[in-house]
């Protein structure tokens, strides 16, 4: 009867302890978790994908959008989103080097690396919040038509872009912004725009080296710049001036292209936040010596998956909302 | 756990004497990538974005493949999928990587189709 002899075998290869993957049970399901959380992601992106293709005649360019870099006024296209993306790359590293240390049981390297990961994480957290602030308060303003398409204005001597505030008359006598507390109390509206339709159109009127920029790109891959007779028959289908941008309108183009850079790189965002997070409880548990006397660093190990998973997501991210 | 470290990269072209060494060598390569891209994003050559593959301009597929390569180091550098077995990373990598591609075809396809009906449509959609 060898029968038994091979349920001997079965019961040690089904009686737990095993390990066929070479990982263990929490690394495992760590790697579980980012491959969910990958395809969460590709989701959103391909969504990008889609709403882009369908719009891709139209689409705003990166480019023109984040052109800011905080304490230097002018136009930097990519330096700053460049930064950020090497910051990131850098306190990956320092974490793989956090893990590294932890397999050789060094807990004050371990300290050091996950301090500075931190620190990195930190900044790009403020970045991107800084980011989004210059997104939202916007810098040229621009006006929407009735089809909800942005025409945008452009100098035509110098060829650069023109501010509202360039051209736009001031007209007194104009409406202010209704609050709760005038006139029927539950009702309110949002803030005005600076300039209203009216100031912005006779401003346009009066100042003859000022043209529209359509939406649509032409062959050079740029915006359709229109002529003097063409912008003022533009100009008249226009029903309301937007400054910034926020869900529902915004001055750089596509009313999607806002909103998919609120929610994709606010869910990213959100993943770095929570990553730094998870990094101070673990790095205040390294320097209480939990895993020195658990004898295996490998906490910080699965920590650090997740860290460079978001690394990982935000390669994404830059290449298919900056530069693309 | 992992403790032992495959010390190569580029097929074994570059062997580090250390996994910290390693770790460094793959920031300078991801660093030195990093600025091809944006080089590349600032300046945009004319010849890369005048010419087409299979529908994109050429200068969108460098910065494609560049991400992709970038993606590689990272998954297996950074989070040591190199020195995993290897039945591991093909779960991790191949389910991911065959998903999102018929996503993404469905989906750009389906876009492109909608762009056209809206392009040709006999509708006016800028009114």
Known sequence: ?324 | MAHEHKLEIFRGLLKFKSNTQKIWGVLIFLTIVTAVEVGLGITKPAALTGSYFLGMKLLNWIFIILTLVKAYYIAWDFMHLRDEKSSLRRAVVWTPIFLVAYLVFILLFEADYIYNVYKDGFVAWDF
Not at chain 1, 94 to 121: C, E, P, Q, S
Not at chain 1, 246 to 251: G, K, M, P, R, W
Not at chain 1, 257 to 269: E, M, S, V, Y
Not at chain 1, 293 to 302: A, L, S
């Open chain 1, 1 to 324: 009867m060898d029968t038994t002899a091979t349920t001997g075998t079965e019961e040690n290869v089904w009686g737990g302890g095993n390990r066929p993957l070479n990982a263990s049970y929490g690394k495992l399901m760590m790697w579980f978790f980012l491959v969910s959380d990958a395809l969460t992601f590709s989701g959103f992106l391909a969504s990008y994908g889609f709403s882009r293709f369908k719009f891709i005649e139209t689409w705003p360019i990166a480019d023109e959008v984040f052109t800011h870099v905080p304490f230097f006024h002018g136009n930097y296209p990519m330096y700053y989103v460049a930064f950020m993306t090497f910051i990131l790359i850098l306190s990956s590293v320092t974490m793989v080097l956090a893990v590294d240390a932890g397999h050789r049981m060094k807990k004050n390297a371990v300290i050091w690396y996950m301090f500075a990961t931190i620190i990195g994480g930190a900044i790009f957290v403020g970045s991107q919040a800084w980011e989004w602030a210059t997104f939202i308060s916007g810098d040229y303003g621009a006006l929407e038509t009735k089809g909800g398409r942005i025409l945008q204005f452009v100098k035509a001597d110098s060829g650069d872009r023109a501010a509202l505030a360039d051209f736009a008359k001031t007209i007194p006598g104009e409406r202010t912004a209704h609050e709760r507390k005038n006139g029927i109390w539950y009702t309110e509206e949002g803030s005005l725009p600076s300039y209203s339709l009216r100031e912005v159109t006779e401003g346009f009127k009066a100042n003859p080296n000022i043209l529209i920029r359509t939406e649509t790109i032409n062959e050079e891959g740029e915006k359709t710049l229109l002529n003097r007779e063409e912008s003022l028959k533009k100009l008249s289908a226009a029903t309301q001036v937007v400054e910034g941008a926020n869900l529902i309108h915004n001055e750089y183009g596509s009313r999607l292209f806002a909103d998919f850079f609120f929610f994709i790189t606010g869910f990213h965002g959100f993943h770095v936040f929570s990553g730094v997070v998870i990094n101070v409880i673990i790095f205040f548990n390294v320097i209480l010596g939990t895993y020195e006397r658990r004898g295996h660093y490998e906490m910080v190990e699965k920590v650090g998956l997740y860290w460079h998973f978001v690394d990982l997501v935000w390669v994404f991210v830059f290449t298919f909302f900056y530069l693309v």
